[in-house]
């Protein structure tokens, strides 16, 4: 790749790509643009055009994009119930695509031959961008100086910034690596590499420690329609206010907190600690709506596809075929997802006390313990016989 004379760098500013960004100009003495995606990280955005300058960037691109995130890849994902693995949320997973996507667009804006990213070759990351990027644009190439270069570990970048006069947050005291969106933070590494080993406290960012959360229950009304979040107690907030909102309600409660060992798509298991508070909440709520406006069928053959659904968002196939057309079925279903959950959130717990919907499909007439007109008990004699047919056929063996 000798002839690169323009690079498109997805950057942080953090320790791996601020180095990334030094090494790729050292290595291929070429042009490098950085472009940062504002996806609800906060104060640490502040000063990053000057650090990124400072370092070496021909021009730094800051782009907000909380409300795309939320609205377009978030929302959807949600509306799917995706989780992974039965516990992660997927919020990494459901920004690399948007953040490729950006990446992408500045490439063609700027006439870059190639596009440049920090995720290591041990992750899921790299992955996530570069199918990414063979989706929208195969013309690109890709920079990945974790399989490129010579340094082997944090240690190594560590070094390597103080040698080239860069400033860094991550010491060898606390090296670990963050992500952090509206959606969600992680944290891997360091102390976590022990499955053993119990979090520090000060792991976590987002959440009070459930055993400090207020000793009274808060209870919150959460309205949807379409299956997509729209208010809080009565007032409609966007899709990325929403979020935001949540997280500061859930956090003070202690929600949204995980500690898991998960199966990376390239192999290996890993060990991460997320806090997802808000995302917690609307998952919990979007399930109890559908309860009572899903066709039970229809809920099944949902239920039986999230997981495939969840993991071609975290292999890194969100601008896939396959997920697209899923994604149609499961916009589908959520038509008439439309309603209200009130809830109790207390230490920790997220408590669906009470739903409705004007498409409910919950009827207390047939359902009721006190005399009916709408139902014949004696239909169910011949329901249970014909479902039995197998079981006595099957009896002969014994």
Not at 145 to 165: F, H, M, Q, V
């Amino acid at each position: 790749m000798s002839n690169i004379k323009r690079v498109v760098l997805a950057y942080s500013g953090g320790l791996d790509t601020s180095v990334i960004l030094k090494w790729i100009k050292n290595t291929y003495n070429c042009e490098v643009i950085t472009f940062t995606a504002d996806l609800g990280q906060g104060e640490e955005l502040d000063g990053l055009e000057q650090k990124a300058i400072a370092t070496g960037a021909t021009k730094a691109y800051i782009l907000d994009l909380k409300e795309e995130f939320a609205k377009d890849y978030v929302f959807p994902a949600f509306r799917a119930g995706a989780i992974y693995e039965g516990r992660y949320l997927l919020g990494t997973s459901l920004a690399r695509p948007l953040i490729a996507k950006k990446m992408v667009e500045i490439a063609r804006e700027v006439g870059a031959d190639a596009v440049a990213h920090g995720a290591t070759g041990k992750g899921n990351d790299q992955v996530r961008f570069e199918l990414s990027v063979m989706a929208l644009a195969p013309e690109l190439k890709t920079i990945a100086p974790w399989r490129e270069w010579n340094l082997r570990s944090r240690t190594d970048l560590i070094n390597y910034a103080k040698e080239n006069g860069i400033h860094v947050p991550v010491t060898k005291k606390r090296p670990y690596s963050c992500d952090r969106n509206l959606l969600h933070i992680s944290f891997e590494g360091g102390e976590l590499e022990d499955p053993w080993a119990e979090p520090s406290e000060h792991t976590y960012v987002l959440t009070t420690p459930p055993e400090k959360a207020p000793d009274e229950p808060e209870i919150i009304t959460l309205d949807f329609e379409k299956g997509d979040p729209v208010a809080i107690n009565g007032k409609r907030y966007s899709p990325a206010e929403l979020i935001l909102k949540l997280n500061e309600i859930g956090g003070r409660h202690g929600i949204g907190r995980i500690d898991i060992v998960e199966n990376r798509f390239v192999g290996m298991k890993s060990r991460g600690v997320y806090e997802t508070p808000g995302g917690t909440i609307i998952h919990v709520a979007h399930r109890d709506l559908e309860g009572i406006c899903l066709d039970r069928e229809v809920m099944h053959l949902r239920d039986s596809l999230i997981p495939r659904y969840s993991e071609m968002i975290y292999y890194g196939f969100w601008f896939s075929p396959e997920r697209e057309s899923l994604q149609k079925y499961f916009d589908a279903t959520q038509e008439r997802v439309t309603g209200s959950v009130r809830l109790k959130l207390y230490k920790g717990g997220v408590y669906p006390i009470g739903r409705k919907s004007p498409y409910s499909l919950y009827n207390s007439e047939l359902v009721t313990f006190e005399a009916d007109e709408v139902y014949n008990q004696q239909d169910a004699t011949g329901f249970i016989r014909l479902q039995g047919l197998r079981l006595i056929a099957g009896n002969k063996r014994l």
